[in-house]
């Protein structure tokens, strides 16, 4: 069984975006997070991190287990994008030593192995980065609520071909409860 992990670190911000009846904290017994579950609010760290293509270095990413929250791979593949940033992120992944056709090669082979052990692995990397930038930016803001939309502003939009008229949605809109 695999997991994605929240680091003990992270667990303040992770109550202020939460927002639940079954928390322990009482920031997340609040009710004023955006999300509505943790998994929700990984993905969106690992998704901010990912935008800004900016992981945790490995050598960076904490060894120690103890109070690490793990949330079981069956739960959270259960939210909304948690499959699609799984792959994104295997695929964006590159190590800057390898050949491309290496690196190509070997990001097929994790992604077609369903080794979801080495996948969520990497996903961390993100999400704990994520995590790290809303930490980082937490007091430059008024409100979570205004932390998360910093965030989103943060993000660059990719450019469109000229003449393109196809709606944009933002990706990471969808993962915002909609109380905001």
């Not at 994605?4 to 997070?33: E, M, R």
């Not at 969520?120 to 409100?143: C, I, K």
């Not at 979570?144 to 944009?168: P, Q």
């Amino acid at each position: 069984m695999a997991n994605v992990n929240i680091y003990p670190a992270h667990k303040d911000i992770l109550d202020s975006l939460v927002t639940s009846g079954k928390a322990k904290s009482a920031a997340a017994s609040t009710k004023t997070g955006p999300f509505k579950e943790m998994r929700d609010a990984y993905i969106f760290a690992a998704s901010l991190a990912m935008a800004l293509n900016q992981p945790t270095p490995m050598d960076k990413m904490p060894t120690s287990k103890k109070d690490v929250l793990p949330i079981q791979d069956r739960v959270f593949f259960g939210a909304d994008g948690a499959h699609e940033i799984t792959a994104a992120v295997v695929l964006t992944s590159a190590a800057p030593d390898q050949a491309i056709d290496d690196s190509l090669r070997y990001q097929l082979d994790l992604l077609a192995s369903e080794n979801l052990v080495e996948q969520l692995a990497l996903l961390d990397r993100y999400a704990h980065a994520g995590f790290e930038w809303l930490l980082n930016h937490r007091q430059d803001e008024s409100s979570i609520r205004d932390l998360v939309m910093s965030a989103i502003d943060t993000v660059e939009c990719a450019e469109r071909e000229a003449g393109d008229e196809s709606a944009v949605q933002d990706p990471l809109l969808g993962l915002l409860d909609m109380r905001i």
